[in-house]
């Protein structure tokens, strides 16, 4: 993980984690982890990005060191603190880079006209809200909430490894056991699972934001918590690419990160 100075922020009276790298005169990017992650999940993409473009991440409210209030973790809770981060730092044209249920939030930011105008471009990982309502979770997905019953870090590591396949470094492993065992960060992590799931479908509205961004769809082909099969439903949507990543699970952007970083680098300075 690149060494970066933690910053926080204070969003609708939370405290909220964030790093920045790179020239604040370069276009914009924000980074927004999925379910269980936090900034430690952009370790392999901070650093080449932030080459040429001004890099935020954060934690999301309830992840990583930011804050974890017992509430109901919803897609309005998200999204509202991810317009706080965006005012706060004054990112008033960006793109969006989000992972899972980090995509799925940022669809819904953008599909609030009044921030859909401040979006450049989307970059969609695997994204959540796209399944259809029948669609109840694969086991890898059902597995990876027992990471909180974990009694050791061997097991921990055995279930990391049946969800994300062999990408678990010492450091993640590390970051993981301390994050188990925060205060409500299981109650956090079960909500957001349980909301993204009840959340309206994006099928339907996504035209709405392709109508206006430009948006990247990246997907592993060997994705055991989404399958790769939703991923069918962006072929045929305009003003928006595809790209599937062989030998790749739910997190591409750690397991080949740097075909991963050039795709993006390539679409979002193009």
């Known amino acids: 993980m690149m060494s970066m100075e933690d910053k926080y922020a204070n969003i609708d009276g939370y405290r909220i984690r964030y790093v920045e790298q790179g020239d604040k005169s370069n276009k914009h990017i924000l ?11 952009w370790g392999s993409n901070i650093p080449y990005l932030a080459e040429s473009f001004h890099v935020v991440a954060l934690d999301l409210l309830g992840f990583g060191k930011s804050d974890k209030p017992k509430i109901d973790y919803t897609m309005d809770i998200f999204t509202k603190i991810v317009k706080g981060i965006v005012d706060a730092l004054s990112l008033d044209r960006l793109s969006i880079v989000g992972s899972s249920l980090g995509g799925q939030i940022a669809c819904e930011f953008a599909l609030d006209k009044n921030n859909i105008d401040r979006i ?17 979770g694969t086991s890898a997905l059902l597995n990876y909430a027992k990471i909180f019953d974990a009694k050791d870090a061997d097991r921990l590591k055995s279930i990391l490894k049946s969800v994300h396949g062999s990408s678990i470094s010492d450091e993640y492993l590390r970051w993981m056991h301390e994050y188990i065992k925060m205060e409500n960060a299981k109650h956090a992590f079960i909500s957001a699972l349980k909301n993204s799931a009840k959340a309206g479908r994006l099928t339907r509205r996504f035209k709405d934001i392709v109508g206006k961004v430009n948006t990247l769809v990246i997907w592993g082909k060997n994705d055991n918590i989404i399958p790769v099969k939703y991923a069918s439903f962006f072929v045929n949507v305009s003003n928006c690419r595809l790209i599937l990543l062989e030998h790749c699970s739910h997190r591409p952007h750690v397991e080949d990160s740097r075909l991963f970083n050039e795709y993006v680098k390539i679409f979002l300075s193009g």
């Open 120 to 136: 450049e471009k989307l970059v969609l990982i695997a994204p959540a809200g796209f399944t259809p309502r029948s669609f109840k």
């Open 31 to 41: 980074l927004i982890h999925g379910l269980g992650g936090s900034i430690m999940s």
